[in-house]
């Protein structure tokens, strides 16, 4: 199968999967969300360290700290997304999925432009008009909110800038996803020691069946995010930001339907012109494409 094509199907696992995480972290209530985003860190760790060692790739891990560049862009990828896990458990636990979507729906417009201003792409006319029609919501939801969304803003920059890291390091989902955890389980662990010693840890003392669940966080976490870090090393920025769209979707819905919250006039108005925006640009890409491909054909047949 081709590198695009596996790429493709790894990023379609991921963004489904993602899509119905909302349904899953009420589920580990009473838990607080800084106890789960060190349980997620920890048993994340576990299952990314038996798959490094079960498909025999301690050779390719060990080879992550012998390239300083590749070491030091998987560190700044284990301090964005430990920002973007926090502010999207933060954000469904806190009765704001509706917001969370909003992140992941400007994402794809962040990713492009990162991709434009820090490895020099270039953007075509309606691209441009729908990272600033994309602008103009999020000026329109800061008018209602009263606020900037921060947390669709955290959740978009942080989740961009991994992605971009990732794609930079060139590293391999498995041993990447185990450096980067490894990273961070130390600052987890004394967390959640912390938590213990206080006797406000709610794990082992909330019954069996939820600390089953909050050991389900490494499972529930790496198998997206491998799938997400195989994506972003096979397939082009753009195309990144075109199959981010599945997630959003699915939040949003969750958030409307099934957890009933409120959508204020101002940010039906404000979420309307993000959807515009990416219809200007997905229509925009999908004729470029053609237009790219037709001429290719064209070029191959003379």
Not at 129 to 138: W, Y
Not at 142 to 158: E, K, M, N, Q, R
Not at 238 to 265: D, N, R, W
Request: charged content about 10%; overall charge positive; hydrophobic content about 55%.
């Amino acid at each position: 199968m081709p590198p695009s094509r596996q790429g493709f199907l790894f990023g379609l696992t991921a963004y489904l999967l993602w899509g119905v995480f909302p349904l899953y972290f009420p589920l580990l209530e009473p838990a607080g969300a800084v106890e789960i985003l060190a349980h997620r860190i920890l048993w994340s760790l576990g299952i990314s360290a038996l798959l490094v060692l079960g498909l025999g790739r301690t050779r390719q891990f060990r080879a992550l700290f012998g390239d300083r560049r590749v070491f030091l862009l998987l560190c700044l990828a284990a301090v964005v997304i430990t920002s973007n896990w926090g502010t999207y458990i933060y954000g469904v636990t806190s009765g704001r999925v509706v917001e969370t979507s909003l992140g992941y729906f400007i994402n794809p417009l962040v990713t492009v432009l990162m991709g434009v201003l820090l490895l020099g792409e270039r953007l075509r006319p309606l691209q441009w008009l729908a990272i600033a029609v994309g602008a103009l919501a999020c000026v329109v939801l800061t008018v209602d909110y009263g606020h900037p969304p921060w947390i669709a803003l955290v959740l978009a920059f942080s989740f961009g800038t991994y992605g971009l890291a990732k794609k930079q390091a060139g590293a391999e989902a498995i041993e990447s996803m185990a450096l980067e955890t490894m990273l961070l389980a130390p600052f987890a662990a004394a967390y959640l020691g912390w938590l213990v010693a206080r006797g406000d840890s709610t794990f082992g003392t909330e019954g069996p069946g939820h600390a089953l669940l909050l050991a389900t966080t490494g499972l529930v976490t790496a198998v997206p995010l491998m799938c997400f870090g195989a994506a972003a090393i096979r397939v082009s920025m753009v195309t990144l930001g075109l199959m981010q769209y599945l997630a959003p979707i699915l939040q949003f819905f969750l958030g409307i339907v099934y957890f009933h919250e409120e959508m204020s006039g101002g940010r039906w108005a404000g979420f309307g012109l993000v959807w515009v925006a990416l219809a200007i640009f997905t229509v925009e890409s999908i004729r470029h494409r053609r237009r790219v491909f037709r001429l290719t054909v064209e070029a191959a047949s003379v």
